[in-house]
């Protein structure tokens, strides 16, 4: 059996689009922990989403998918090549061509049909490293919780690839490249900071940003009469907050981690300032996951009302932190 396979630092991190990055770029040199990829890449946001259609309200902690990838990639300079097509042979190519000139790959694709996957669930924003592959098997890098590097049938991964529905794209698979004068990844902190805070600060609909956690607190009480299955939804929703490629407290331990790293960096009071407060709101967020879980295992309605409380103090929290954030000077 022959095997195509290039040499990667092959492992996991905590969430999957900065697991994938951290790959394509340690390949080339550049290493940043994986909370600097996820600040740089304004990564931080909030969404309350619920519609006919859903079986239960979403609570996300980050911007829609591959968007990260794009922002980190304008922000840094580097060269991104991103292919998509609705061909499966030509989506082979546009992955075994990079392999063959030595160079790790990066897949966005639906998580259900990947053999090693815990949970079997449709997720189309999944993205994942793909560095080799056999006649039976492709090899790949996820995230640390699904086992770092792993190996999934070609089938799988092709049914994977090409799958519609929500956060789906056509075959897509990019490539980064570093520039050969890259500028310091430090030097482009306040760019990232001010510009995710205003983008919190200032959502287009109540849905998103501070506007969307504010909204989320007055309706998650109401959430036992959202569903039939209350014991099984709302610990689903607490588990996808804190365990599911979130890092934790729903992306808020990643960017605290991230303030942290940058406030090394930067004399900043703003940025001090926005480091104690995502601190605080990541406990909070952690505070609510497990409210809602004592409310779905129990049934008690008071659990929700806590956590829609926390909620609305979280909304001004995070209000005022971005609002700090936003103030960085250059």
């Known amino acids: 059996m022959t095997t195509t396979m290039i040499d ?5 991190t905590q969430h999957c689009e900065t697991t994938t990055l951290g790959v394509l770029l340690r390949h080339q040199g550049l290493d940043l922990s994986e909370p600097m990829l996820f600040g740089l890449g304004r990564g931080l946001s909030f969404v309350y989403w619920d519609g006919k259609n859903m079986d239960f309200p979403f609570l996300g902690g980050r911007v829609k998918p591959f968007e990260l990838t794009r922002n980190l990639a304008e922000g840094l300079g580097l060269e991104l090549d991103v292919r998509e ?10 992955v075994t061509a990079p392999i063959a000139a030595g160079r790790p790959v990066g897949l966005q694709l639906d998580s259900f049909h990947l053999d090693y996957f815990t949970s079997k669930a449709h997720f189309g924003g999944h993205v994942v490293a793909l560095y080799g ?4 098997d492709a090899y790949l890098v996820d995230t640390d919780q699904q086992g770092g590097a792993v190996r999934t049938g070609l089938p799988g991964l092709a049914l994977a690839r090409s799958a519609r529905g929500p956060m789906t794209a056509r075959n897509r698979s990019f490539t980064l490249t570093v520039p050969r004068h890259l500028p310091d990844p430090r030097s482009r902190i306040t760019a990232a900071v001010t510009a995710c805070a205003q983008d ?13 956690i504010e909204k989320a607190g007055k309706l998650v009480p109401g959430w036992l009469d959202r569903t039939d299955r209350p014991e099984r939804d709302l610990p689903q929703a607490a588990l996808l907050m804190e365990r599911a490629g979130t890092g934790g407290a729903l992306f808020r331990n990643l960017y605290r981690d991230f303030l942290a790293e940058a406030a090394e960096v930067l004399d900043d009071a703003g940025l001090r300032t926005g480091h104690r407060l995502y601190a605080e709101a990541a406990t909070l967020w952690t505070r609510t996951a497990e409210s809602i879980t004592r409310a779905g295992e129990s049934g008690d309605a008071a659990h929700l009302a806590e956590a829609g409380a926390i909620l609305g103090d979280l909304a001004a929290l995070e209000r005022e932190a971005m609002e700090a954030l936003s103030r960085l000077s250059a």
């Open 85 to 94: 097509t609705s061909s499966p042979r030509r989506a082979w190519e546009n």
């Open 8 to 12: 990667v630092d092959a492992y996991g």
């Open 200 to 212: 919190f600060l200032t959502p287009p609909i109540a849905n998103l940003g501070h506007r969307g």
């Open 133 to 136: 592959y056999d006649e039976h």
